[in-house]
């Protein structure tokens, strides 16, 4: 499976801007990663095929809204009030295990992964 990301750009504090993912096959979980410069890459929003399960990272709550189109094969960061921090390329991943263990699919335990696109957000 192939993940393109896109929809990265620079954006003004407080302001939003939606990321979009394509795969090029079904994908069972979805989710978006983001690396800032010079620091490791953590994990930003995950959800599973249904939307029945959806985590967050506590930097994104009520921020940040994941979804999915799985008619598109497609996963999507809406992403409201941003902040400077918020800047770095995202990654989105995706896996196929339907029994995968949340935990490890929020340290990055996903099989595929495109390459980032990157948010700058300017104060």
């Known amino acids: 499976v192939q993940l393109q990301a896109s929809g990265g750009g620079l954006v003004q504090a407080g302001g939003s801007l939606t990321l979009s993912c394509a795969a090029s096959g079904r994908t069972y979980n979805m989710g978006w990663f983001r690396q800032a410069l010079g620091k490791e890459r953590e994990f930003v929003a995950v959800?599973?095929?249904?939307?029945?399960?959806?985590y967050y990272a506590d930097s994104a709550k009520g921020r940040f809204t994941i979804s999915r189109d799985n008619a598109k094969n497609t996963v999507s960061l809406q992403m409201n009030s941003l902040k400077p921090e918020d800047t770095a390329v995202y990654y989105c991943?995706?896996?196929?295990?339907?029994?995968?263990?949340?935990?490890?699919?929020?340290?990055?335990?996903?099989?595929?992964w495109g390459k980032g696109t990157l948010v700058t957000v300017s104060s």
């Open positions: 959800l599973n095929w249904s939307g029945g399960r959806e």
């Open positions: 991943a995706a896996d196929n295990d339907r029994s995968i263990i949340w935990t490890a699919a929020m340290s990055g335990a996903l099989d595929y």
